[in-house]
């Protein structure tokens, strides 16, 4: 027998979860819980049902009123890799990232990437064009756009990576974590790889990726 949950929206707009788009009405929309698509867009908190996708606003990491904290979370040459969910059939054509309190310093290259993950080697599928010098102010959102749209072909993980080089990165808006073991209980969700790099990796194996303590948010559309 199936498991039904009532969802009623608690935002003015409609909302996507799984693939129904639920409306703010008194009644609600019935869910299938045994639908993997419904249960992963839905996080149960105490008694409620809150939305994690919002269409309008794009896919996130994690929910951005969640992002309080000036992130040491990429350095020079360094690329970070951040999870993120995201269902089959998604169209992703950029990734926004938004700088905290310092800002990006003599740019040489900025990138940004999507790789798609099996469990053991990230796989770029998307990337961005190298933004070079191109100004990235304190507190400002940054959005990278991919030079070729990327539509997901698995429903799961997938990583976002960000590659800065410069005299002096940007602190990234976030959250940090109290250590980096936390952060990889179950699945890294955000680590490091590569020195010294000018371009995006291609591929890596998740092995070779640190986990770090610093989660970057992250928005795709």
Known sequence: MATFVRYRSTVRRPVRVGTTLVSN??????????NAAVRRN????????VPVTDQRQGLENFSLIDAMSNATAIADGVQ??????LPKGQL??????????TALNTG????AALYSSDGTTLTRVAVSADAVAGAWAANTAKTFT????????RDGIHYVGLLVTAS???????????????GA???KRVGTAGSSLTATQASVALSSVTATANIPYVRVA
Do not use: E, K, M, W
């Open 25 to 34: 009405s008194a009644s609600g929309t019935l869910l299938d819980l045994d």
């Open 185 to 187: 209980l179950g699945f």
């Open 42 to 49: 839905l996080r149960a908190l105490q008694h409620l049902v």
């Open 108 to 111: 040489t290259h900025q990138y």
């Open 168 to 182: 002096a990165v940007p602190t990234l808006t976030g959250v940090t974590l109290q250590n980096a073991v936390v």
């Open 146 to 153: 991919f030079t070729t749209p990327y539509t997901t072909v």
């Open 80 to 85: 970070t890799y951040t999870a993120i969910d």
């Open 92 to 101: 992703i054509t950029s990734a926004t990232f938004v700088s905290a309190t």
